[in-house]
């Protein structure tokens, strides 16, 4: 059953990830994107981490996603032209050097066994206080820092764009 | 239980996708959604990690990613909306204003 929504996830999430590179309309690639974010959040779903699924969700297919499908109505970009690279052999060496890197990582991943420190929160122990408990005690503790930092890098990011789309006068 | 070879593999794929649309598209605003397609590619083997190590870290990490990602996303459109409104292109090899 796990192995079956796995293989069914990871599909249409593959699937919609070509459909997201090679389609012609901005906004058609947005709408395949926000499938992909959506069939990660079920991965994430089986993975035991229901909270960042839920993050998953909100953060990148809502609210990511609607500024990327404002952006796109709101500049009349027209068809992309399919010829006339400014450098020469760009799609074939694109396509050719990131199937060599695909074989590399896939040769890694499928070879490599992992050995780590294993933490405290195992499946049962998790299920036990609740994940987004879990994830918070973790979040609010060793990475209080990180967390306050981040929220500086947000208001940074907010004013940044403010200032960057604000029309001159 | 699925292993976890496989999550690393399928987040191996979405990544070298999302690096051919970087280098095959033009369009900057699909090149802007494949960069987000392998940040997800990198979260999904984080949570794989997490979850097979049985630690929480992967997923904190996870989460300052998306804050990150949410800030590139607003900093890089308004970029974009510059860039347009200036140019008129959302084709990279016509914004070579900077070309030596």
């Known amino acids: 059953m796990e192995l079956a929504l796995f293989v069914i996830f990871g599909a249409v999430a593959v699937a919609s990830a070509i459909m997201v590179i090679v389609s012609r309309n901005a906004v058609v690639s947005a709408l395949f994107l926000i499938l992909t974010f959506f069939c990660l959040a079920g991965l994430y779903v089986l993975l035991n981490a229901q909270f960042i699924a839920a993050l998953q969700i909100i953060v990148y297919a809502g609210a990511i996603m609607v500024l990327f499908v404002f952006v796109v109505m709101l500049l009349r970009t027209g068809k992309e032209a399919r010829r006339g690279y400014r450098l020469i052999f760009q799609k074939s060496m694109g396509i050719i050097f990131v199937v060599l890197f695909l ?50 890098l947000l208001l940074a990011g907010i004013i940044g764009a403010v200032v960057l789309a604000k029309r001159k006068r | 239980m699925v292993p976890l070879s496989y999550y690393l593999l399928l987040s191996a794929i979405l990544f070298s996708i999302g690096a051919v649309g970087v280098l095959i598209r033009r369009n900057v605003l699909i090149m802007f959604m494949s960069i987000e397609l392998m940040l997800n590619a990198v979260n999904l083997s984080f949570v794989a990690f997490s979850r097979f190590l049985d630690s929480l870290e992967g997923q904190v990490f996870v989460f300052l990613v998306m804050a990150v990602a949410a800030a590139e996303v607003a900093v890089g459109l308004a970029i974009i909306i510059c860039i347009f409104r200036n140019k008129a292109t959302v084709n990279v090899d016509e914004i070579n204003l900077m070309k030596g």
Do not use: K, W
């Not at chain 1, 499928?110 to 994830?135: C, D, K, S």
């Open chain 1, 103 to 152: 074989l590399l990582l896939g040769s890694i991943t499928l070879t490599v066994a992992v050995t780590g420190m294993r933490g405290p929160y195992t499946a049962e122990a998790v299920r036990h206080i609740g994940n987004t408990q879990a994830f918070a005690s973790v979040l609010f503790t060793d990475y209080l820092y990180p967390f306050e930092i981040i929220s500086v």
